[in-house]
């Protein structure tokens, strides 16, 4: 199983899957989807886009064994970091406009994006954020008025997300299991810088744990087939 292919098996939008499958046009030298999965990721993420130049990617963070909600993030792999840029996907494509918007220097293309993203008209992006000068100032629109992601509630783009644990070693991941605290052990293993053939064989050991262990094997089998 795939990204694509898990993405359209378990409930998501097809918007989303369009954007996985790279059917959302993006401006010229931006991001990239289908997505580049050669850079490296944890498994908690589920890449829509690629960007080449970071490296790393945007995309959903999957949240297991509590009672979150998906959310998206953009991910950088050479830190291993995290950045919570929205709670839902509305909050997404305004994120994706606007920084299209400041770093694009051809509106049509953010326009156009907007437009096939379903975001808004290509001719109401400028009015939409007219009082928007930064990130923060996203916080002023109604999309992001009652959830605000990591990276608008601390006003910059170092938005760790809640989640984010501090890192451990294998053993201390293998521990909390034992002691049955699940989704800590989950956000420790994508936290922390460990082997892949650790990643896999502690995803194993979760795998009883889970509520949709059909859903999450297939989660795991996207990730494994990435990071041979």
């Known amino acids: ?3 694509i292919e898990f993405l359209s098996k378990n409930g998501y939008s097809q918007s989303l899957v369009d954007i996985s499958k790279g059917l959302v046009k993006v401006p010229d030298f931006t991001v990239q989807a ?16 690629s960007n080449g ?19 998206f993030v953009q991910f950088y792999t050479a830190e291993h970091s995290f950045v919570e840029v929205a709670r839902n996907f509305d909050q997404l ?8 918007l400041c770093n694009v220097p051809a509106p049509e293309e953010v326009g156009a994006f907007a437009e096939s993203i379903g975001f808004c008209a290509a001719n109401d992006v400028d009015d939409i954020f007219s009082d928007c000068e930064d990130i923060s100032d996203l916080a002023k629109l109604s999309v992001f008025k009652n959830d605000l992601p990591a990276a608008l509630e601390k006003g910059d783009e170092l938005g760790d997300p809640e989640w984010l644990a501090k890192t451990s070693g294998v053993s201390e991941i293998r521990g909390l299991i034992a ?3 699940y ?4 956000y420790q293993l994508n936290s922390s810088l460990i082997s892949k053939e650790d990643i896999q064989n502690i995803l194993n050991e979760l795998s009883p744990y889970v509520n949709e262990i059909d859903v999450f094997e297939g ?9 041979l």
């Not at 494509?93 to 299209?100: G, I």
């Open 34 to 49: 289908p997505a580049d999965l050669s850079f490296g990721f944890p498994p908690v993420l589920i890449p829509l886009w």
């Open 1 to 3: 199983m795939d990204y």
């Open 219 to 227: 989660l795991v089998s996207s990730w494994v087939k990435t990071n």
């Open 179 to 181: 002691s049955g605290q």
């Open 53 to 71: 130049s970071w490296p790393g990617y945007i995309g959903i963070v999957k949240h297991w064994f509590g009672g979150r909600q998906d959310s």
């Open 93 to 100: 494509k305004a994120w994706m406009v606007f920084e299209f």
């Open 183 to 186: 989704e800590n052990a989950w």
